[in-house]
């Protein structure tokens, strides 16, 4: 079965920190890694997301790095804040399945 | 843009009983996914609609869970009997046709069977 492995399960960082969460995933014919966030009590909603024929991508203070030939991508948090302690989700997906992984809960502390 | 509108928010039932989730997304998204959200653990996909046709139901327990999405639009997922296992949330998405990664959630059902 087709996995996609995250870690670490859980990460407290200081604000201002840049917290880092990796995935790793068993396929190579993935064709879009999605980010999404999750606050407590509601649905996940997509934060960013990247192409394997892409090294990084950025979008305001998330970058994504993917490396294709390790078969690994992570998310990249610059300048924290406390309101960005939710659980992120890395995925993948091919022929419209979405693989997701199990999760990362996250805590900036002030 | 109205998101994707999911009730109950919370249910608890006891095991044996049955109970029904109502999902209505976001308008003109041909797609509409259900998936169940054990705690500590990521979605994972009971039944993909496109339109009112099922593209994967391969995950549905079909022995005792149901969807269906009447004229393209709202969808009910049942479950009948409920056992202790089912406790968890469920999450409705919606995305535009050919627009799968791009899958809009909303806020879940809480279930908890006792």
């Known amino acids: 079965q087709q996995q996609v492995k995250q870690s670490p399960q859980s990460l407290i960082v200081q604000k201002g920190g840049i917290p880092i969460i990796n995935c790793a995933y068993e396929n190579t014919a993935f064709d879009y890694f999605p980010w999404y966030q999750q606050f407590p009590g509601k649905g996940p909603a997509l934060l960013i997301a990247?192409?394997?024929d892409v090294s990084e991508k950025k979008e305001g203070r998330f970058t994504i790095s993917f490396n294709k030939s390790a078969k690994q991508f992570s998310l990249h948090i610059m300048d924290s804040q406390p309101g960005d302690s939710a659980t992120y989700f890395c995925?993948?997906?091919?022929?419209?399945?979405?693989?997701w992984g199990a999760g990362t809960k996250l805590i900036i502390k002030p | 843009e109205a998101g994707v509108a999911q009730s109950p928010r919370y249910k608890i039932i006891e095991k044996r009983q049955s109970v029904a989730f109502w999902c209505n997304p976001i308008?003109?998204?041909?797609?509409l996914y259900w998936y169940q959200q054990i705690l500590g653990q990521g979605p994972k996909l009971l039944i993909q609609f496109q339109n009112n046709g099922v593209v994967d139901d391969s995950q549905l327990p079909k022995d005792r869970f149901s969807a269906e999405r009447l004229k393209g639009v709202d969808s009910t997922l049942k479950i009948q009997p409920a056992k202790l296992e089912d406790s968890a949330v469920y999450l409705c998405a919606s995305s535009l046709e050919g627009g799968r990664y791009e899958q809009y959630f909303g806020p879940g059902t809480r279930l908890t069977v006792t």
């Open positions: 308008s003109g998204h041909a797609t």
């Open positions: 995925a993948a997906i091919k022929n419209y399945q979405l693989i």
């Open positions: 990247i192409r394997p």
